[in-house]
Nanobody
Framework: VQLQAFGGGLVQAGGSRRLSCIGS????????LAWFRQAPGKDREFAAA????????YYSDSVKGRFAISRDNAKNTVYLQMNSLQPEDTAVYYC???????????????????WGQGTLVTVSS
């Protein structure tokens, strides 16, 4: 599956932004979908994931309560609604997909087979 992420841009602290990631191909519903992010000068880190099948969601502690991940399998799209954004949320955001991913691995990069190109979110103070 090929992934394309959209929606990045400049937002003021306290504001909101929604990212979208559109996938190509069939059987989108078999993939666990995730958003990772990489801040300037830092390693890429897990932000949020949504499981195939049950649609269970997972969040890192740093975004829990502020971000919401959702999916629309009919549109082959995964979303990341980001609220109460802070300057420390500034990063390139990547969407990723893994088929039939075990629940223990949702936050681990190396288990994801497919990656989008990344979209930059800049939060100004």
């Amino acid at each position: 599956v090929q992934l394309q992420a959209f929606g990045g841009g400049l937002v003021q602290a306290g504001g909101s932004r929604r990212l979208s990631c559109i996938g190509s191909g069939r059987s989108f519903n078999i993939y666990t979908l995730a958003w990772f992010r990489q801040a300037p000068g830092k390693d890429r880190e897990f932000a949020a994931a949504i499981r195939y099948g049950t649609g269970a969601t997972y969040y890192s502690d740093s975004v829990k309560g502020r971000f919401a991940i959702s999916r629309d399998n009919a549109k082959n799209t995964v979303y990341l609604q980001m609220n109460s954004l802070q300057p420390e949320d500034t990063a390139v955001y990547y969407c990723a997909a893994a088929s039939f991913l075990h629940d223990d691995h949702y936050s681990t990069e190396r288990y994801y087979d497919f990656w989008g190109q990344g979209t930059l979110v800049t939060v100004s103070s």
